[in-house]
């Protein structure tokens, strides 16, 4: 086997990186009075469940459809003009709340030939954070598909609902993401 | 129907990045994993992610002396930084956005949370940037060298200088953000942010003085290259064929 280069170690965020990595508007992903416009919000909770005030989620989903915009996915599903299926969200420094404006992704292949249940994968970075940790957003009305999804079938039972955003009200979920304890939220390592 | 590509990256190496929690950074101790992390089967949804997307909407902006658009150049010591972004494999990696933030000459971020440290700021100086890799995995910018300035961890503290990368790369898995370092810098050794990768891979966040980039009479060069994560050579369930 041919010798790797070693990776280049992550390293935290830390407080400033509001400058470059968001800019008002980038948690939007589709204009108000978007068909099928959905809001996700919540917060990130620290081991002492104390709101962190300067968290950086990304997110990374496919259309409604359920293709990606990305050069591997070859697949004959409309793509929507100007959807990059990309977004960013800080926490607010006064609530520690986050919200994404999107819509909710159709379902995607799952490694066995079947279909995922609807999710949204979401990277959470901050000051305090050595590495960005990986998640999954799972929606609370898709009982069924989310039943037979493979990844949330691995899980042990207990650990599944943190990864299932709660309809709070029509078209909104709540997704609040755990470090630390019982109830910590499922990070994935891929 | 096409079928998508489903392609087979190795894994993050573990063994080369920092651990969740660092208590010599002391921030890290609470705001990190402490459930072991659930490895999952790569999936479209992973082996896609959005730095494509990213790059087709993000245009170049790398000359953070001149890019505040007040017409009159930052202060302090002008600087070259280029380098490539490659996969573990040493391919170049092209298209890829290299987003990057920096206090000023004095140490002093251009950010309202930074109110401790009375260093001036430089109204001709932001400390922002971004760059498209180009065919080879290229990037470059011309900026000011950044000052080092003193954070409140512990007693005294100083973070070296230092420039944050920011880089998606083709795939979910390779988001990588780091910082970058200037070689002979006295406080490196001090530090728990740069202390917290495994000392095997320290040196890999440093970059290098070269005097091939360097241009006479304009500013001093330095080379610094990234690595992400890369595809796997043979994916694993082929490696007895």
Not at chain 1, 67 to 79: C, G
Not at chain 1, 119 to 126: A, D, E, N, P, R
Not at chain 2, 128 to 147: A, E, M, N, S, W
Request: negative net charge; charged residues 25%.
């Amino acid at each position: 086997m041919s010798e790797l280069l070693g990776q280049t170690p992550s390293q935290t965020v830390g407080p400033y990186y509001t400058l470059r990595l968001f800019k008002e508007g980038e948690n939007v992903l589709v204009p108000p009075g978007h068909p099928g416009r959905i809001a996700i919000q919540g917060r990130v909770l620290d081991g002492d469940r104390n709101p962190i005030e300067d968290a950086l989620l990304e997110i990374w989903q496919a259309n409604s459809a359920g293709r990606y915009r990305h050069p591997d996915d070859h697949r004959e599903l409309a793509l929507d003009n100007g959807f990059t299926g990309f977004g960013r969200a800080i926490t607010d420094f006064e609530t520690g709340e986050y919200i994404f404006e999107t819509v909710k992704p159709g379902r995607v292949p799952d490694a066995e030939g079947a279909f995922q249940a609807p999710h949204i994968s979401l990277i959470v970075q901050g000051r305090g954070m050595l590495n960005p940790v990986f998640t999954r957003i799972y929606f609370s009305d898709e009982d069924e598909a989310n039943r037979d999804d493979l990844i949330l079938r691995g899980l042990p039972a207990a650990r599944r609902g943190t990864l299932i955003a709660e309809l709070v009200e029509t078209a909104v979920y709540r997704f609040d993401v755990l470090f630390q304890g019982e109830d910590e939220t499922v990070f994935f390592d891929f | 129907m096409s079928e998508p590509v489903i392609r087979h990256y190795g894994p993050k190496a573990y063994a080369d990045h920092p651990p969740f929690s660092y208590p010599d950074y002391r921030s890290t101790v609470k705001r990190s994993p402490t459930h072991d992390l659930i490895r999952i089967v790569q999936t479209l949804s992973e082996t896609t992610g959005p730095g494509p997307a990213w790059t087709e909407i993000s245009e170049e902006d790398t000359d953070l002396t001149t890019n505040t658009g007040t017409g009159s150049p930052a202060i302090g010591e002008r600087i070259i930084v280029t380098g490539r972004v490659l996969d573990e494999n040493g391919h170049g990696l092209p298209g890829t956005v290299v987003e990057i933030w920096q206090p000023n000459a004095s140490g002093r971020y251009a950010h309202w949370r930074e109110t401790e440290f009375p260093a001036p700021l430089d109204p001709n100086f932001v400390g922002v940037g971004q760059c498209l890799t180009d065919d080879h995995g290229g990037y470059r910018f011309t900026t000011i060298k950044p000052g080092p300035y003193p954070w409140g961890n512990h007693p005294n503290a100083w973070r070296p200088a230092h420039i944050h990368f920011s880089i998606m790369g083709p795939s979910l898995g390779t988001r990588l953000v780091t910082q970058m370092y200037f070689p002979g810098d006295p406080l490196i050794p001090l530090d728990p942010i740069f202390n917290s990768a495994p000392p095997h891979a320290r040196s890999r966040m440093i970059a290098t003085y070269d005097h091939e980039v360097t241009e006479a009479n304009w500013a001093l060069g330095y080379r610094w290259d990234v690595v992400l994560r890369g595809e796997l050579a043979t994916p694993m369930d082929e490696r007895d064929d």
